[in-house]
């Protein structure tokens, strides 16, 4: 799939606007680092290519 170039300047906007902000970008963003992250946070900001299906929202993925 195309790249999402405005995502890589994403977390530093975030990041000024909302103190404390913790970014996992890449090779960073593991399953297991993304989980162990949300314990620790109210809000999660996912970017990401995603397929959404409507009538039958368990059939949503990644892609």
Same mark, same amino acid.
């Given at each position: 799939?195309?790249?999402?170039?405005?995502?890589?300047?994403? !977390?530093?906007?975030?990041? @000024?606007?909302?103190? @404390?902000?913790?970014?996992?970008? @890449? !090779?960073?963003?593991? !399953?297991?680092?993304?989980?162990? @992250?949300?314990?620790?946070?109210?809000?999660?900001?996912?970017?990401?290519?995603?397929?959404?299906?409507?009538?039958? !929202?368990?059939?949503?993925?990644?892609?």
């Amino acid at each position: 799939m195309a790249d999402l170039p405005s995502v890589r300047a994403e !977390p530093g906007h975030v990041a @000024g606007a909302v103190p @404390g902000t913790d970014t996992l970008v @890449g !090779p960073a963003a593991t !399953p297991d680092a993304v989980l162990a @992250g949300l314990g620790r946070y109210r809000w999660a900001r996912f970017a990401c290519h995603t397929t959404q299906h409507v009538a039958e !929202p368990s059939r949503s993925a990644r892609t």
